[in-house]
């Protein structure tokens, strides 16, 4: 009789380990799939800041010099997109302040925003700068929560995130333009 | 853009997460969007062309109050199929700790899903309501808003992960264009909220009032909210009495009114208060408000420089202030003018814009929002079922 309590136990145990093994197993795959996403919608914002002020500096809205410095810093960012995450991160915070010394204040957006051949552009690139930094936010509190859950003992030992790769959060400077948010 | 809204309180029950949803919704049908939203109701003839029955609430404790809440089978599948023939661009729970249809929605969604918190909530009320069951939702959420400070904390402290700031709004449009109610003998003072509960304040005001009255004998104090006058204003004395006005509950458009006609109104609340969306309220219908000095109120005032502020429970005070403003027409002036440029921040028309942000950042390069069948055997079998069906 004795004997058979003790294997009615060990199967409950057995059974719980495991459900909470495939409940945890599950959660990883939530948190992946979510920075994966994250990860993708930044990328996408980035790209899309590059592009909209390569599209500026091509249609004459900053002088001369001023258009010059941001064409280089935006190629520099897209070149670095296909590297490895602090690459990219140094090249697109240099984007970030070459954009925040070129709209220091809501004056200057003013005049840039009379000089574009199409005033939503200035709008454009607010909101585009707005959602890099939101993006970047949401990604790395995404990250946050996954590493949390993969430093867990078990899921170490058992491997349970299989090979993908240890997630990273992407830094770099992302303050918006001054003139831009300024209301 | 395609956006479902989950509200998880009853909507025709009045309170401040239900307004925030009807605002939010509306705003964003006249920006354009195509908005749905999924609440508990009582009575789903109240619902307006935008809103769709999420079931029946049932009164629970949370949160420290009595909350109708909607959960269970029939609603679990209800949110499903809303989830699957929505087509949603982003998912938007609000609450999303609340054992309601957010969370719902959280477990039968996949793909862009943004929160809003609104209340703190203690940590050990956030166990008792299952901290796991909570997590496995709040792990789906790709982004995070509180509506104060306060929400802010809760989300930092106890649930881990940070929040955007979007402030509560007010429809600005309703009230700025609000005809005066009527006209009143004297200078009006307004008060606004539940006459019987001990911190919004009333008390102090009448106390204050009789001082007022004393000094300007045409003054009318005039009660906007729900309460029995006669219990609450039982040991008023007739004379005074007199010069008190009770409109008793008005709707959207009648507060609107209502706050147009005043020349002062007072927030003599003692507490509990987080944000104060009666005053930007008050603010966009031209009224001067003159309120405690509360955190939440001080800094909706700007620190005093958009309304007159005295200190919490200090009727001597509230009755000095209201006198000099009543006798002074340019500071009335002053301060409408300031009320309206400040409530311009709040306006739903710029929060709105703020919102959109949030939801582009998380649905860039997306494919929307799909029901999520992972754990949903039954579910998986009947839907491939309907699929054949369909394509056949």
């Known amino acids: 009789m004795g004997g058979w309590w003790w294997v009615v136990a060990a199967l409950v145990l057995l059974a719980l380990v495991g459900l909470y093994l495939s409940m945890t197993a599950g959660r990883l795959d939530r948190l992946h799939r979510r920075i994966d996403n994250s990860h993708h919608s930044l990328d996408m914002q980035l790209l899309r800041r590059s592009a909209l002020v390569l599209d500026m500096t091509a249609s004459g809205v900053f002088d001369p010099a001023t258009a010059v410095v941001l064409a280089d810093s935006a190629h520099g960012a897209r070149a670095a997109s296909e590297e490895d995450v602090v690459a990219r991160g140094l090249a697109e915070s240099d984007l970030t302040r070459v954009l925040v010394e070129a709209i220091p204040d809501a004056q200057e957006a003013d005049d840039l925003r009379e000089a574009a051949p199409d005033p939503t552009m200035l709008d454009d690139l607010r909101s585009t700068c707005v959602r890099v930094q939101l993006s970047r936010r949401f990604h790395n509190d995404a990250v946050r929560a996954c590493r949390q859950v993969r430093r867990q003992r078990l899921v170490r030992w058992l491997s349970l995130a299989g090979h993908t790769p240890w997630p990273e959060t992407v830094e770099m400077d992302d303050t918006p333009p001054p003139g831009l948010t300024a209301r | ?392």
């Open chain 2, 1 to 392: 853009m395609k956006i479902g809204i989950v509200c998880p309180y009853a909507w025709d029950v009045p309170g401040g997460v239900q307004a925030h949803v009807r605002d939010q919704a509306e705003t964003l049908i006249d920006m354009g969007h195509t908005v749905s939203v999924i609440t508990p109701v009582e009575d789903p003839d109240t619902l307006p062309p935008y809103a769709v029955d999420g079931g029946r609430p049932r009164s629970v404790p949370y949160n420290g109050s009595v909350a109708r809440l909607t959960f269970g089978v029939k609603a679990t599948s209800r949110v499903r199929r809303w989830i699957r023939e929505g087509n949603f661009d982003v998912l938007h729970v609000h609450e999303p700790l609340a054992p309601s249809l957010g969370v719902l929605a959280c477990w039968a969604a996949r793909g862009p899903i943004v929160a809003t918190v609104h209340s703190s909530i203690e940590r050990s009320r956030v166990l008792v309501t299952g901290y796991y069951l909570a997590q496995t939702a709040l792990e789906k959420i790709s982004a995070l808003i509180a509506v104060s400070e306060h929400a802010r904390r809760t989300i930092v402290d106890h649930l881990g992960g940070d929040a955007v700031l979007i402030p509560n709004g007010v429809r600005v449009d309703h009230y700025e264009d609000a005809v005066p109610l009527r006209e009143w003998p004297g200078p009006a003072i307004g008060f606004l909220g539940r006459m019987d509960e001990p911190r919004k304040g009333l008390p102090i005001l009448l106390e204050a009032f009789a001082v007022i009255r004393a000094r300007i004998p045409q003054a009318t104090l005039v009660l906007i909210g729900p309460g029995d006058p006669d219990e609450v204003l039982s040991d008023v004395p007739a004379e005074l009495r007199q010069g008190i006005v009770s409109l008793g509950r008005l709707d959207e458009a009648d507060k609107a009114r209502a706050l147009a006609s005043l020349d002062a109104y007072v927030a003599p609340n003692t507490g509990g208060e987080s944000f104060g969306i009666v005053l930007l309220e008050a603010m966009a219908a031209g009224a001067p408000v003159v309120a405690s000095d509360l955190d939440a109120f001080a800094r909706v005032l700007d620190g005093g420089r958009c309304g007159a502020l005295f200190p919490v429970g200090d009727a001597p005070a509230l009755a000095a202030v209201v006198t000099d403003l009543l006798a002074n027409g340019e500071e009335r002036a002053r301060l409408v003018a300031a009320g309206s440029r400040r409530v311009k921040a709040y306006d739903w028309r710029s929060v709105a814009h703020d919102l959109l942000d949030v939801y582009a950042s998380v649905t860039a390069g997306q494919h929307g929002v799909t029901e999520d069948l992972r754990g949903q055997i039954v579910g998986r079998l009947a839907r491939r079922r309907t699929d054949q069906g369909q394509g056949s």
